[in-house]
């Protein structure tokens, strides 16, 4: 399973070292993404197509996945995260009343000292 895109919709130029060759191509900066491990700026070409951008690097993205990911960002409210924080009333309780343990029984057989494990022949 992949993970998702993640936009943050932000097109503010001291946030993002964003190569200057590409804004002259008439490249716009649309926010930041992130996938994974793999994020930078995400900008749409002249085409209109959707591209990561990482110093001067420039990888194609999967534009369905994108288009998504820019859904999901418009909807959230500015400023808010991905991940929500749990307030500070529901933080996690200690555990009540006693710990639950589980036996396993093993099965052990007894075998004398320097028999071998050969089955006795059948009678």
Request: glycine share 8%; aromatic share 2%.
């Amino acid at each position: 399973m992949s993970a998702r895109y993640t936009v943050r919709l932000d097109t503010s130029p001291e946030r993002h070292s964003v190569s200057a060759r590409l804004q002259s191509k008439g490249w716009v900066m649309i926010g930041r993404i992130q996938r994974g491990a793999q994020f930078g700026a995400l900008m749409q070409t002249s085409e209109g197509r959707h591209a990561l951008v990482n110093g001067d690097h420039v990888s194609e993205l999967n534009q369905s996945q994108v288009a998504c990911a820019l859904e999901r960002a418009q909807a959230r409210p500015s400023g808010s995260t991905q991940h929500h924080a749990r307030p500070a009333d529901e933080a996690r309780s200690p555990p009540t009343g006693s710990p639950k343990v589980i036996i396993k029984r093993k099965r052990v057989i007894a075998q004398a000292h320097g028999a071998s494990n050969v089955a006795p022949p059948a009678r």
